[in-house]
């Protein structure tokens, strides 16, 4: 298979380009393919004829997206839009991303890939607007794959690092830290998440649509943040906070973990949220218990 990568010096993009495949991948850079540039991404499909683009690009600083909606909206609908456009006119598949971050957070059970979207800020209207853009203009083509609390090897520089490297920093230089207990979420490690993509586009029964991936179980940012201390072994203490889900005007969902029902019923799952983060931080630190 021909993968047309799209986000390479992201974490999940940088997962996706370690993983040992025997399929051929090309990731151009952001000066060769800017996704806000429909010229530019005609032309790198063109070129290199791909049966799949992956389009890890986003524009996911949650805050950030509040003070800038055109651009939210130019890079998470936009941008996906003319990819969807060209990829179905040059009959090839598209798998984007979006978030968990399109749902509202009043469920207490993991929602499903039907469950209704609510999103309750600009990032996530704009996410979700992207989602049906692409779903609306390659329904042949367009799988959105939405996802959860990403970690991966090479941090997420657009938001000054993941939440893991953040908290591991943070322990050098405090000795307690606050952590909200108001948020349930699925952390996801991309280097699991990155499997679990390739999988599911092999899988012969895969078609197009919405899928959840995030590896299994749930927990708050609170119960994460004493899980990292207590995986690598550092003492700081955790005091929990509960804001009701809110970042100064901005409110956050206050469930949002992801039943994976759609993967599951084609035999792919994710570890548990646990087991991941041990292995992050055992590759990533060399930390052991
Ligand atoms: N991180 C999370 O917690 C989380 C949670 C739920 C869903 N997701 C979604 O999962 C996907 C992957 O996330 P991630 O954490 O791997 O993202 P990331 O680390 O921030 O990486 C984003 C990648 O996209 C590239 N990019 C951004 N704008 C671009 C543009 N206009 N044209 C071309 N490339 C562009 C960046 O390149 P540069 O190096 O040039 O900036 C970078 O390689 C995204 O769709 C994200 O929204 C993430």
Not at 40 to 46: L, M
Not at 177 to 193: H, S
Not at 214 to 219: A, I, M, P, Q, S
Request: with cysteine; charged share 20%.
């Amino acid at each position: 298979m021909k993968i047309l990568l799209i986000g390479k010096t992201g974490q999940l993009g940088g997962s996706l380009l370690s993983l040992e495949t025997s399929h051929q991948i090309y990731a151009p850079g952001r000066p060769e393919l800017d996704i806000e540039s429909k010229e530019s991404c005609e032309r790198a499909i063109a070129e290199f004829c791909p049966d799949v683009v992956i389009n890890t690009a986003a524009f996911h600083n949650v805050p950030q997206c509040e003070v800038e909606p055109l651009r939210a909206f130019a890079v998470n609908c936009q941008a996906v839009r003319d990819l969807a456009v060209i990829c179905a006119r040059m009959d090839v598949q598209l798998v984007t991303f979006s978030t968990d971050y399109v749902f509202g957070g009043k469920k207490r059970t993991p929602y499903r890939e039907d469950d209704c979207p609510e999103p309750l800020q600009m990032y996530g209207i704009s996410r979700l607007a992207g989602e049906l853009a692409a779903l609306a203009t390659a329904p042949r083509h367009a799988v959105v794959i939405r996802t959860c609390g990403l970690y991966g090897p090479s941090g997420a520089i657009s938001k000054g690092g993941n939440f893991v490297d953040k908290r591991i920093a943070d322990a050098q230089a405090v000795s307690e830290l606050e952590m909200g207990c108001d948020q349930v979420v699925a952390p996801t490690y991309t280097g699991d998440l990155a499997q679990a993509v390739l999988k599911l586009i092999e899988h012969p029964q895969f078609v197009p649509g919405i899928y959840h991936l995030t590896n299994e179980g749930e927990c708050t940012w609170f119960e994460f943040t004493k899980a990292i201390y207590e995986l690598a072994g550092l003492g700081t203490q955790v005091v929990p906070v509960d804001r009701g889900g809110m970042s100064g005007e901005m409110c956050r969902p206050l469930y949002s973990a992801l039943a994976n029902t759609k993967a599951k019923s084609l035999g792919i799952t994710l570890p548990h949220w646990r087991d991941a983060l041990k292995r992050y931080i055992d590759e990533k630190y060399g930390f052991s218990l």
